[in-house]
């Protein structure tokens, strides 16, 4: 029985000044899926991102454990971890640190040892399947939010990773550039947590989807049931999408024309 | 890119002087290190030589003005940026005045002076600064003096930005101007300013170690 | 006090270049050793700091504007190895682009600014902070530790200046000197400020001292004694040799007070002879009446002290 992607097993963190921002998170998620985080401010979604490739805890295994691929996260393999487990920022800028667009994306591929023809050839390739080609050269200051999105994108892509986690990926996009990087991401064939406000994306891209609130996994299953439920969202500073006002969706990737439903 | 606006206090430091920047660079045949070592050749020896080979100074000034022409330097900053940092010269070409006959006299100081100034401005004008940490590291300086050079320059335009946008708030609801509290808003302005570099910068740990640095 | 290029000549520029590069190589080596690794890119971004700082201009008695040099407000908040390292990149980077400091004169520029000012300045801020309670006293530390630090990097600059030849000690001492009293004013309030403005945001940020060990203090140190052995020593202590030369030096020093504006004249004593011991108490004199408005300046600046430091505790 091939072991889930991500097995998070009663995780716990406390901040250094004291706050509580995780009790016992369990969950797991299979390889191919791709699973929404939901949760208002402040719930914890953030913190329990950074712990999937092992940024946090400075100590890993302490309270809780987290399986990549059925291996456990320890301070040995953090590198071989952080290779499966692609992360993506919520500010671009934080994660475009390099000086030109080529040498931040070129930056995970050469943080792994490769060849220098090989990197060359990943960057490539990751900045055309973003729609970059052309903007080796482009200094991160001068793109625009939507460009910076993708870049990141491209090099989170460039590492090849089989576990793709996102920090709130479409927040601050136009709706061109949220539709291009959704459109994108679904290319993707990767595992996939995002963790997002953006409830209508969740309604297009993800099968399931978690709820955190307050440090602990509040509700987890099929994303329609959990985002039709509206006394469930409004209880944990959400509400139901408005796709799911106006439409009965089937199947989350097909568009039925509008029907009148009594809902 | 032109329209990067420092703020209101209008200082001199404009991130490129040419009007289109990133997309083309003069002079690209020329490596950047050969630049590095024309811009230093050049400047040393106009700093030592004395004024009585003032053919060389005559000489360097037109090489200079060339290559601002074909290389399509913005004049506008250029001047802008030499007549600020002129006083300076101005004052210590003065003070050299004061010295008497036993000192290089304040022609010479001033011709020096203004003439390293325009080699090193043009050598700027005409060298993306991406280049330059890739040559300091190739001709042997420290790599964490390189790091910080490079993400000095890559969050500066980021932080100013910060800064402007604090401070245009701060504006928002200021009815009467106070010009004296004017230094302590400011003062909190540029604190929070480190504040939120040093938020940002444990960010860019987070994020440079979730791509394997070690 | 960026020194521009063409002021000082080779040896000058040789002898500061070496001693500077002595000074960061001790800094890098300081950081590497005592910085955790997250604070790596914290340099980058406390030089792109100091620089987006440096382009806020204050206004300064009337029609002027100054603005932050910063180093001691970054030794203050990073340490003093760090704060050399910033202050270096953000030298070495307004050379290069902006033309502000000479090429030649980098060494100088590296070795005043960065080096002596930012290492004698955090010396003093330690050694003030320690015998003055609470944020005030840091405060106060802050503020007349840069204020040393702005004065004593103009005297090394006055005296390279003299060094070389291109300038007279008697005219770059008191003109620099003189000036920078009243600049260093200045950034003893701003560093003041802005370190209170991160202390109340943020109050560990500022209540880090990494532990420097003697070691290092005794490789900086070094370095300062010889560069004011090589830059301030010949020209602030004539050599007991020779009565002539003294007395050459006084009477030197007549013509040049003659022909120096009114301003300067106070910063020589009257009624004392002997031109160095007059140097030597207008200086005290200058130092003391900053220390004082350093700490007038905190009592303005921290209103609520002792509730801040209550809760502190509690917390």
Same mark, same amino acid.
């Given at each position: ?253 097909? *568009? ?8 | ?27 690209? *045949? ?53 007549? *600020?940092?002129?006083?300076? %010269? ?50 042997? %300086? ?73 | ?83 050399? %390292? ?205 220390? %004082? ?23």
């Amino acid at each position: 029985m091939t072991p889930p992607a991500l097995a998070v097993e009663k995780l716990a963190y406390r901040y250094p000044d004291g706050t509580v921002a995780l009790r016992e998170v369990s969950f797991q998620i299979a390889a191919g899926e791709c699973v929404g985080l939901l949760g208002p401010n402040g719930s914890g979604k953030s913190t329990l991102l950074l712990h999937l490739n092992g940024i946090l805890p400075d100590k890993p295994g302490a309270s809780g454990t987290v399986n990549v691929q059925g291996e456990l996260i320890t301070t040995a393999n953090l590198e071989a971890i952080r290779r499966q487990v692609g992360l993506m920022f919520q500010d671009p800028d934080d994660q475009l640190f390099c000086a030109t667009v080529e040498e931040d994306v070129a930056f995970g591929p050469s943080q792994l040892g490769l060849a220098k023809e090989v990197v060359f050839e990943r960057v490539r390739q990751a900045l055309a399947r973003m729609g970059l080609t052309g903007y080796e050269r482009r200094t991160p200051y001068h793109l625009s939010q939507g460009e910076k999105r993708r870049a990141c994108l491209a090099g989170v892509l460039a590492c090849e990773p089989s576990i793709l986690v996102l920090d709130e990926p479409t927040s601050g996009l136009d709706p061109r550039g949220r539709r291009e990087f959704m459109a994108l991401l679904r290319e993707v064939p990767a595992t996939k947590l995002i963790a997002t406000h953006d409830l209508e994306m969740v309604v297009e891209m993800c099968s399931r989807s978690i709820i955190l609130d307050g440090g602990c996994v509040v509700a987890d299953g099929p994303t329609l049931d959990l985002l039709d439920n509206e006394e469930l969202m409004l209880a944990h500073g959400l509400e139901r999408p408005h796709s799911l006002h106006h439409l009965r969706i089937e199947e989350p990737f097909f *568009w039925k024309p509008p029907q009148q439903l009594g809902k | 890119m032109s329209g990067i606006h420092f703020g209101h206090n209008h200082t001199p430091y404009a991130p490129e002087f040419r009007p289109t920047a990133g997309v083309c660079v003069p002079f690209a *045949w020329l490596a950047p290190e050969w630049k590095l070592a024309v811009m230093l050749t050049l400047v040393v020896v106009t700093a030592v030589m004395p004024l009585t080979y003032w053919f060389w100074h005559v000489g360097a000034g037109a090489l200079l003005i060339v290559l601002a022409l074909v290389g399509r330097v913005a004049l506008k900053p250029l001047l802008w940026r030499v007549l *600020w940092l002129l006083p300076f %010269v101005a004052g210590a070409a003065l003070a050299a005045a004061w010295h008497g006959p036993t000192g290089p006299g304040w022609p010479t100081v001033a011709a020096r002076g203004g003439l390293c100034l325009l080699i090193v401005l043009i050598f700027a004008a005409v060298t993306p600064f991406g280049a330059l940490p890739g040559v300091l590291r190739r001709v042997g %300086v420290p790599a964490l003096l390189v790091t910080t050079m490079a993400l000095m320059h890559r969050y500066l335009f980021v932080l100013v930005d910060e800064s402007d946008r604090m401070r245009r708030a701060r504006t928002c609801r200021t009815f009467m101007p106070r010009r004296k509290f004017g230094w302590r808003l400011d003062a909190e302005v540029i604190g929070r300013l480190f504040v939120r570099a040093s938020e940002r910068a444990e960010r860019i740990y987070l994020a440079m170690c979730a791509r394997g640095w070690k | 006090m960026h020194i521009p290029d063409g002021f000082i000549d080779g040896k000058t520029a040789a002898a500061t270049a070496a001693l500077s590069a002595v000074g960061v190589g001790l800094a890098l080596r300081q950081v590497r050793r005592e910085l955790p690794p997250r604070k790596i890119p914290l340099l980058g971004l406390a030089a792109a700091f100091l620089f987006a700082a440096q382009m806020v201009n204050f206004p300064v008695a009337g029609g002027t504007s100054g603005h932050l040099l910063g180093g001691v407000l970054v030794a203050a908040l990073l340490g003093p190895s760090a704060a050399v %390292v910033v202050m270096t990149t953000v030298l070495i980077v307004q050379c290069f682009l902006f033309a502000d400091g000479g090429v030649l004169a980098l060494g100088a520029n590296i070795f005043n600014m960065a080096i002596l000012g930012s290492m004698s300045g955090y010396a003093i801020y330690r050694l003030v902070g320690n015998y003055l309670p609470g944020i005030r006293g840091r405060v106060t530390a802050v503020a007349f530790a840069s204020w040393c630090s702005v004065v004593l990097a103009s005297i090394a600059c006055a005296g390279q200046l003299a060094w070389s030849g291109t300038v007279a000690w008697s005219v770059a001492f008191p003109a620099m000197t003189g000036v920078h009293m009243l600049i260093g004013l200045g950034e003893g309030a701003i560093s003041a400020l802005v370190f209170y403005a991160v202390a109340k945001a943020r109050p560990e940020l500022t209540t880090n001292a990494p532990a420097q060990p003697a070691r290092s203090f005794v490789g900086y140190g070094l370095l300062v004694a010889i560069g004011i052995a090589l830059f301030v020593a010949p020209f602030a202590c004539p050599w007991p040799d020779g009565l002539e030369a003294v007395a050459a030096k006084l009477g030197f020093e007549h013509v040049a007070k003659e022909s120096m504006a009114a301003p300067m004249t106070n910063y020589v004593m009257p009624g004392v002879g002997s031109v160095g011991v007059a140097t030597a108490l207008a200086g005290i004199v200058g130092s003391l009446v900053a220390f %004082v408005l350093a700490v007038v300046l905190s009592f303005l600046i921290v209103r609520k002290e002792p509730t801040a430091t209550k809760t502190s505790a509690s917390a």
